[in-house]
């Protein structure tokens, strides 16, 4: 059983920072690229950045710049720092991964429950 938390999430005004982490525990043989999502209402899902494992990274144009994504292989954990943000990013928030469950497995997709982030104008 493998399980994504996410936290850091929250009210934020215009400009302002927030850091989301996402925690991946359980069954994990190894995590290849991992990434952020992000849905607004009425809107799609939409890749905000990704991560690979040896960390290179790809951001969407709208947040390239002021967004850095990070991770710790160490502790199974994905990052997003989020600077000057804008009403527009306000949205659910979803990390993903690819990992492999056991040697030799296939690799998967994992999702976690999502962390509401509101910028405030």
């Known amino acids: 059983q493998v399980q994504l938390v996410e936290s850091g999430g929250g009210l934020v005004q215009a400009g302002g920072s927030l850091r989301l982490s996402c925690a991946a525990s359980?069954?994990?043989?190894?995590?290849?690229?991992m990434g952020w999502y992000r849905q607004a209402p009425g809107k799609q899902r939409e890749l905000v950045a990704s991560i690979t494992s040896s960390s290179l990274t790809n951001y969407a144009d709208s947040v390239k710049g002021r967004f850095t994504i990070s991770r710790d292989n160490a502790k199974n954990t994905l990052y997003l720092q989020m600077n000057s943000l804008k009403p527009e990013d306000t949205a659910v928030y979803y990390c993903?991964?690819?990992?492999?469950?056991?040697?030799?497995?296939?690799?998967?997709?994992?999702w976690g429950q999502g962390t509401q982030v509101t910028v405030s104008s």
């Open positions: 993903m991964t690819y990992l492999v469950v056991a040697a030799g497995g296939r690799e998967y997709d994992y």
């Open positions: 359980g069954s994990i043989f190894s995590i290849n690229t």
